[in-house]
């Protein structure tokens, strides 16, 4: 939490045991095994490697402001090969660091090992297994190394689709499953985490484990949103639906915040309602399209840029309702009711009618045009947040309408759409939040490798004025750099989390990269 909690009693006793516990644990030499000498045991054969290649690439992330070398990579084709790497390092006198990494579009260096072992998650997909449908019981058997777009190309091939998305597909299950998952849909079915039904994770004694809210439920809840902290999950189960054909997507522009806003939470407070929401702000920086969507018909970004210029600040609400053609009819009826019943700017509506999977598969179009002029490579100083309700019109004042314009540097995309909290589970990991509802807010910036230090600095002036404003805001995708940070974001569930960590992990082998525990 950006606020400044003093640390309660419980607080002070945890971080006493922790302090006696580094403490006491015995300082090691470097006797055997450390990464560079397992390199040749026979167990790895072929699937260790400290090739430069391919440290390099583990090295960095899609946030392209961290280079963290790990000593080797591991390129796991089974299971068995993890738990045999976790094994050697929890059994061994001078344990090494070990971090799953599944497609590295991590921001800050979450996904590295520093001096340790990179495990490739992908090396483990394989075409012929690795999915299993089952129509009965509506779930898939999923494991993690895949990507959500290519889990929903197979459930698509049963009609059959998962329901919690993130806005780019390009991520794997694991990954996501270890911070949230969130998009448009979570207000309506809750976020990734909570659609899961069962897990099977390698723990950091290298033990493995199916777990699920009925079996081993607290590490089953201990990994969800657990940032790779409790163990490498290697299999979820997955929810699913009978997957819809098309979507109907209609877009709102508001030039007042709080009609923005009232419009948005009465919408998610409707228990049939939308099947996505989200909300973004538009600053005057060129046409109103980012690389995010192209959706604006060229005939219109005129008049738009010219409300923005008025305003400086303009609000776009983003909804779409899933349909197919049982629905056809009463889907344009119910869109047009609902274009009524808000208070947008009149005259600024757009709709688009588009298949389902190219609306979940929206932000594609334009990460192949960024890459076409080399531009997705590029540093990404994001910031995400969750703020809570009570406080999003300050946010807005201080934040949008103060910061933003005055520094005058972010042109990204800025994500602002409510959730609620009800459809997260208070045993699970991820950090939210008190109020019932609350704002997912996403700096989503793309910057220069000269000049992202910046918005670096942007990050963190918008972070003060919030902890300044003791406004409890919590970091979505979180980045701390000392273990206080980390103690005021977990806030109450701080004591769950470190003891979680030294019942699962007490070698504090796992996702060094979070930089949580030393
Ligand atoms: P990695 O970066 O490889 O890993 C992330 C963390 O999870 C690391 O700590 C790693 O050790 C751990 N980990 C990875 N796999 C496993 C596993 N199998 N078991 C245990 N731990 C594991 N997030 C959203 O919620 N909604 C969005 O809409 C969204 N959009 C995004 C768009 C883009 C373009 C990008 C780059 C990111 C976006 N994200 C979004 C953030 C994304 O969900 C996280 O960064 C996620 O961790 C990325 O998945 P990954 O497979 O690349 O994970």
Redesign the pocket.
Known sequence: MASNNFPSQSHLLVIIIFIIVTLLTPITTNTSPQPWNILSNDNFAGKLTSASSSVEAASI??GHVTKIYPSAVLNPSSVQDIIDLIKLSFDSQSSFPI?????????RG??AAKDGVVVN?RSMVNEDRGIKVSRTGLYADVD??WLWIEVLNKTLELGLTPVSW???LY??V???L??????GQTSRYGPQISNVLELDIITGKGEIATCSNDMNSDLFYA?LGG??QF????RARIKLELAPKRAKWLRFLYTDFSEFTRDQERLISEADGLHFLEGSVMLDHGPPDNWRSTYYPPSDHLRIVSMIKRHRVIYCLEVVKYYDEFSQHSVNEEMEELSESLNFVRGFVYEKDVTYIDFLNR?RTG?LNLKSKGQWDVP?PWLNLFVPKSQISRFDYGVFKGIILRNNITTGPLLVYPMKRIMWNDQMSTAIPEEDVFYAVGFLRSAEFDNWEAYDKENMEVLMFCEDAKMDVIQ??PYHASQEGWVRHFGPRWNTFVERKYKYDPKMIL?P??NIFR
């Open positions: 992330d899609f971090a799953a990494r599944g497609h590295g579009h991590s921001f979450q996904a998650m993690t190394a993130t806005d780019y991520l794997t694991g990954g996501t270890s911070n949230g998952g969130i998009s990994a940032l790779g163990g490498i999950i290697t932000v990460e990404h979505y995708l996702s990269g979070q």
